[in-house]
């Protein structure tokens, strides 16, 4: 065929042209002389597409309805066989098309199917070869140049701007290639995960020219550092002197050309740190890379993927300053504040030509929500990081196992974990400064564990086992000055008329001065919570619940220990408690319900709730991690409130022997004595009931002084509960029989008794049921006596619903019949 004319050749079309139109083109211009047919083929065209319209309006305007009819008839009559026939059986097909619908096209449809994906398997296979072969191409290219730079003929040209410009051309059209193999195993891991073989074959070559690139990549890197003179010395005298000079930055410094090269070379790095992450993740979850890259057309990697290894290209800046380090590091190993200083004095001098140079090239890469700043920051403290498990750490320990000047270990160690702390958090202040709101976010995705230099202690458990016992030994010795002091036990008291409105603000709690507890209790929590704070600079959450469970919990339980001992072994109790004694009990029951509140808060921070779910020791996860000590807390508080409780009451029993005595003679014959002191007026206090008020009296008022008022508020109740059943069952109950005068005598000192009670409520006599409901027995008048005792035993109901009406709902109707038969009228 001869060759059509330039306009022709260039001409193309907006879309694809058919294979019909194709083969009509093709038809009437073979040649070049078949062009001066075109007027008259365009004539013939203009007439045929004029009779086709003619043809159309035909049909449309007078076969279309008498088509339609015809077609509705068909149907109709269609319907009614079927009908007729009982539904759509296939009766009428013939055997042979009923086998071929059957079998026959299935059959075809899997052939089909087949062929199409050995089309698609050769196609792939292919285009894969090309690719792979080209990038294997390409890599014997680039070996050959760095061989060739290296040579005597070609020495210096790898460090000239032409000769870089070559490689880096080379090494980009390599990773695009690689893009592209990427791009189609991407696909077949997703879509076709049967083709193994073939995903491995092709794998196993590019890992071969990865393996080629890679280092070269690296290499080019480092030449280029070197002829831009990085990097810069290090003064370590303005460290020691602790001035603040700035050590110039190369990266600032550089421009032209330069600047250029380095710039290409960083973009290489990345973009293949890019694609090495991208296999990684494709073999690790296909379908999901092939939906995150492919399906929605982004090669962009993750933040999470790349800053847990770091960047290459901040890794090639970090890797020669670790090795001019390593002199300082070892003469200041007695002086760990100097390399810390160091460390962090390199990272902030560098840091505005890593935000201004380097900070647009990962952009530039696509490397969408990295932060060189992080990644500088991150690979300055691995430095540190290196060195402390190498050099400090080691010697620190064996300086504690072999227990030889143990205090100054220990004192070595709390002084490098105080400058990890510090240094911590003034290096992750250069990592977020300028990005503000974004603490949070960075330990929501992981990067506590790159900016931390307690990371160290990921691979190391027994060091952490020993920095919590030694964290231990410490508190334990700022709380021992503490247990000594009796100041330190001592209860602040004040005492002041409040309203209605600050009584009820009494019960809501939430300071230490609320609950009245000792200051024990406040160094106590200080002590607790700054090893709490210490455990959550650990990277991990199994960590932190390690060195909580090994520092905190035991020095809690320890000074549990201590609250029960100084309880029991501080004074008499029983019916011999004193005023110290009971002053002990009620700090100690301040100090568990301060503690029992404050466990409580901490329990609901966010940090103890995740640390709850990865912990042994809850293996349901449904209770929190400080349950168990807030359990022993209250079952101490509760248990110290019953000693109270029980020691007042027996003391109160004690005091009443006499009391009980002498109301046997309420029931003897006094009747001129009676007419003349029936009024109560005229009556006072049994003197053998006094001195037992008085006790209750005093010791109510002091542990109101010194008890919060939640636990005052149970204990108060609780007493007056016992004392309505003691009173009831001694005296009541008794064999003792009442006159009008003794009936009045038990009224006023009863009414003495819930009269001490009237400080604490408005109606005192509601805690007292029994006794106050007996009163009410004792007073009734003889006719309704006789109404009780001489109902039928059958009329319970009735006996129920009389002693109701007279106010009586606590005393059964046994025990009301029994108070009755004692009154003597």
Sequence with gaps: MATLPPAAVSYSFSTPLTHFLLRFLDGHFATPADLRKLPSLSDLLDRECRDLDLDLRTLLGDKLSSVASAWVSRSQETKIILRQGDGFIPYSIPASSRRMLEVGIPLIVKEVSCIETIRLYAELSLQLEALVGELEDTSVAIISQARGDFSFSNLGRASTPIGMAEKHEKLLNAVKTVTSIEDKLGYISSQRPQWAHLMMTVDSRVEKALAILKPQALSDHRAILASLGWPPSLS?????????????????????????????????????????????????????????????????FSRSSHLGSGLW????????????????????????????????????????????????????????????????VAAMVKILIDYLEKEAFPVLVERYEIRDGILLADASWLHLVDLMITFDKRMRALAISGMPCVESFLELQGMSL??????????HSDWLHIWAEIELDDANEKLNPELESQKSWSISTHQQALSQMEEAELFLLSNI??????????????????????????????????????????????????????????????????????????????????????LRQWSEDFRFLEMSQCDPKNEDQTGSFLKDETMRLIKLDTDFLEMTMSSILLQFDDLCRDYIDYIEQWGREQLDLQES???EQSLCISSSFVRALDMLKDHLYVLRLNLNSIDFLDLWRSIADGLDHFIFNSITLSVVKFTDIGVNQYKYDMRALIQIFSAFCSKPESFFPRVHESMK?????????????????????????????????HVTIDQAKTILRKKIF
């Design 236 to 300: 370590s005298s303005n460290v020691e002197k602790e001035k603040s000079y700035e050590t110039p930055n190369p990266l600032s410094l550089m421009h032209g050309e330069k600047k250029d090269v380095y710039s290409q070379s960083f973009l290489i790095l990345c973009t293949l740190q890019q694609l090495f992450i991208q296999r990684e993740e494709r073999k690790l979850n296909p379908l999901e890379y092939y939906q995150r890259y492919k399906c929605t057309n982004c090669s962009d």
């Design 677 to 679: 002191v029936v009024d």
């Design 513 to 598: 001065e609320d609950f009245r507890a000792p200051p024990i209790a406040d160094s106590v929590v200080k002590i607790a919570w700054n090893m709490v704070e210490r455990a959550f600079l650990l990277p991990t959450k199994m960590m932190k619940v390690q060195f909580i469970r090994s520092s905190m919990i035991v020095f809690l339980n320890n000074f549990f220990h201590i609250l029960v001992q100084r309880c029991h072994n501080g004074g008499s109790y029983g019916a011999n408690m004193d005023v110290d004694a009971m002053l002990r009990l009620a700090g100690s029951i301040n100090v568990a319900q301060y503690l029992v509140s404050v």
């Design 777 to 809: 027995l004792l007073t009734l008048d003889k006719k309704d006596v006789a109404n009780v005792l001489n109902m039928v035993p059958e009329n319970g109901k009735r006996k129920q619903l009389f002693l109701q009406s007279k106010g009586v709902f």
């Design 313 to 376: 290209s901040i890794d090639e800046l970090v890797r020669p300053i670790a090795s001019r380090m390593e002199h300082h590091f070892h003469r200041w190993s007695n002086q760990p504040k100097f390399i810390f200083a160091l460390v962090y004095k390199i990272t902030r001098d560098f840091m505005d030509g890593v935000d201004h140079v380097l900070q647009p090239l990962v952009d530039k890469a696509r490397c969408m929500g990295s932060s060189v700043r992080e990644a500088w």
């Design 450 to 459: 790159s900016l931390s230099t307690f990371s160290v202690f990921v691979e």
